[in-house]
């Protein structure tokens, strides 16, 4: 684990269309100062304010994807797959320059972002990075649905999903969660859905740049794509790689676990929302502190 915070080296560029509005979208991550945190801007918006923080409170909608507005109503659709890169890669500050209302979907995981990630290089700054220590159990239920933080020495990542279709099943992860966990294990598990609800989904204006090229496509207990899964659990490694996003609208890298039972964007946010509210159950950390004390 970092003791300082990090921001890229170098601007990060790439372009893509996203999988709800179809939009094409260029983007570039650009450095930014130590302790600003993660700020979206829309460069396509010039009558208000179009510059779009990261927070546990700016997150409007979690409907299929994670969205972030702010006062004046400029919002950022589906971020929780850069989000996850920045957050195990170790990116505490960057600002994301978009010109479009929603991040491109690449192939509908976190490994295009790594790659671009990559490249740019990060570089650290003077100031000590904040994990969010979990002191106290915060839940949130809504029927089988369940999103849990728990207190943990290091970052932990559990989830479980069931579903009808043959093809998924019941599946479960529960693993330690650092960056070369992710790389190796989460960052290249694609986005998923069913044939049936594509209809449903474009008529409410969502899934409109959906296709097999950015997502694994199930009709009943097949899957269509005709390279088939990356992984047997592709599925619920893809939601554990959401949770990791929805996460890090914190602010900081976790120490603690997460467990989500059959959760989504919106249960994750709910239980990042409840820590929030509860501020007994949390606690800024820096290592730099450790590190004194042991010294």
């Known amino acids: 684990m970092a003791a300082f915070q990090h921001t890229v080296r170098s601007p990060a560029l790439f372009a893509g269309i996203g999988v709800h509005t179809g939009a094409y979208t260029r983007v570039s991550v650009r450095p930014a100062a130590a302790n600003s945190g993660i700020v979206f801007v829309r460069t396509d918006v010039k009558d208000r304010d179009n510059v779009v923080p990261v927070s546990g409170e700016a997150v409007c909608k979690t ?68 994990y969010i220590e979990i002191l106290e159990t915060v839940e949130v239920i809504d029927g089988d649905k369940r999103a849990t933080l728990k207190p943990a020495d290091g970052f932990e990542m559990a989830f479980e999903i069931a579903f009808d279709s043959a093809a998924i099943g019941r599946q479960a992860v529960d693993m330690v969660m650092d960056e070369r966990t992710f790389r190796d294990e989460i960052a290249d598990c694609r986005t998923f859905g069913f044939l049936r609800e594509v209809e449903a989904l474009r008529a409410m204006g969502l899934a409109r740049g959906g296709s097999m090229d950015n997502c694994v496509v199930l009709d009943g207990d097949r899957v269509l794509n005709p390279e088939g899964l990356r992984r047997p659990d592709e599925f619920v490694r893809h ?44 606690r800024i950390r820096t290592l730099v502190e450790d590190l004194r004390e042991a010294v």
């Open 239 to 282: 939601k554990a790689l959401d949770a990791i996003g929805d996460l890090y609208v914190l602010g900081g890298p976790l120490l603690g676990r997460f467990e989500g039972v059959l959760a989504g964007h919106g249960l994750n946010n709910a239980v990042v929302r409840a820590l929030l509210a509860k501020p007994g159950a949390w």
């Open 63 to 130: 409907q299929l994807g994670t969205v972030i507005g702010n006062d004046a109503g400029v919002t950022v659709s589906t971020i929780e797959h850069l989000m996850a890169a920045f957050a195990m890669l170790g990116v505490d500050n960057a600002v994301v320059e978009l010109d479009g209302p929603e991040m491109p979907i690449m192939d509908g995981s976190s490994l295009p972002f790594v790659r671009v990630l990559d490249r740019a290089g990060l570089r650290p700054q003077e100031a000590p990075r904040g």
